[in-house]
């Protein structure tokens, strides 16, 4: 009974991830991109604040250093997880109007989604370094609620432009 139980589980688990493997990939890429930014960020921040004592200055630029490790390594992360989506078997090449329609989608859905982003971490960031936080607690701190706030946003978009229709 047990065995038979356990067998169940695993053919809905199987089941649950083929469906939705290529968003639960996208998200790990998301995940891990904004880990390696998350840091990046927190590190730069308390860097910087020593140096310059504009907090406003200081929240943008930050920003840009997470964005400048983010992007570049989300790109890489997304392409390996979907590089066999633009393989034409048939012909042996890149099916480029794949990639282009793809592009375009990605673009759109990351253009609304790093605005939402960007304002809400720029915002709080810059108010937690004017309450005295110490300027990387301020940056983890902004990064953190702004990732929820991109991540519901992102997944929505994801959906609604039908990055991964089958």
Do not use: C
């Amino acid at each position: 009974m047990k065995i038979k139980l356990m067998h169940e589980l695993l053919r809905k688990y199987n089941g649950f991830f083929k469906k939705y493997r290529n968003v639960i990939l996208f998200n790990k890429n998301l995940i891990i991109s904004g880990i390696a930014a998350f840091f990046t960020g927190a590190i730069f921040t308390q860097l910087y604040a020593q140096q310059e004592g504009n907090n406003l200055l200081n929240a943008v630029v930050t920003l840009s250093v997470e964005y400048g490790v983010y992007i570049p390594l989300f790109a890489i992360l997304f392409y390996r997880d979907n590089k066999y989506r633009y393989f034409d078997p048939v012909t042996g090449k890149n099916n480029l109007k794949k990639v282009r329609s793809d592009l375009k989608k990605l673009f759109a859905v990351f253009s609304i989604s790093e605005i939402i982003y960007s304002v809400s971490k720029i915002y709080i960031h810059y108010y937690f370094l004017g309450q005295t936080v110490e300027p990387y607690e301020a940056s983890m701190a902004a990064s953190l609620a702004a990732w929820a706030i991109f991540l519901i946003s992102i997944n929505t978009s994801v959906k609604a432009v039908k990055l991964f229709r089958k």
